[in-house]
């Protein structure tokens, strides 16, 4: 495998580990065409391009069960997430662990989303600000209900993932 040469400089046991749970998921998933977002071809990988989504197929790797590991896969095949919300996600499943919402981070989170967006776009008065929040405001009293994405524990039977929510990074708007 061209990927032992290419990855085995790690020299911390966390970074053999990584190595380790990286080639288990791509041994599971065996290069199935289903899963090729995630590792690619053989053909691709012949010509040298770059397939992987190494982080991604190391977090994988650590589901113990390989045909929950080919159902999460597939999932994040689908949805073809950001590296980082695709970790969350799988990360959710595996330990069943969510950090609860409050007020205060999510009010940080859209602060940090607005100064973004100002840094990256000149002219961006306070009244632009304020009539964007309120927008968003009522588009979010207009539905009906809130239903916040949910990540299932693994000790339920369905090893449904949902995609989540964007970070403050992502979701600039215009980007």
């Known amino acids: 495998m061209n990927l032992a040469r290419q990855y085995s400089h790690a020299s911390t046991v966390r970074g053999k580990q990584n190595f380790l749970c990286m080639t288990r998921a791509i041994e599971v998933l065996d290069y199935d065409p289903e899963f090729c977002w995630l590792v690619g071809t053989h053909e691709g990988i012949n010509a040298g391009k770059k397939?992987?989504?190494?982080?991604?197929l190391t977090e994988l790797g650590r589901i113990k069960?390989?045909?929950?590991?080919?159902?999460?896969?597939?999932?994040?095949?689908?949805?073809?997430?950001?590296?980082k919300d695709a970790l969350v996600m799988i990360r959710r499943w595996r330990t069943?662990?969510?950090?609860a919402g409050d007020a205060e981070s999510l009010t940080k989170a859209i602060v940090q989303t607005v100064e973004d967006y100002c840094a990256?776009?000149?002219?961006?008065?306070?009244?632009?600000?304020?009539?964007?929040?309120?927008?968003?405001?009522e588009a979010f009293q207009e539905q009906d209900s809130w239903d916040p994405l949910t990540f299932l524990a693994p000790s339920n039977r369905s090893c449904s993932i949902a995609a989540p929510p964007p970070s403050p990074s992502s979701n600039r708007a215009g980007s």
């Open 65 to 83: 069960d390989e045909d929950t590991l080919r159902d999460i896969a597939r999932q994040i095949c689908e949805i073809k997430p950001r590296c």
């Open 51 to 56: 397939v992987f989504h190494n982080s991604i």
């Open 120 to 137: 990256a776009r000149s002219g961006t008065t306070l009244q632009i600000i304020l009539a964007a929040l309120a927008n968003a405001a």
């Open 96 to 99: 069943g662990k969510t950090r």
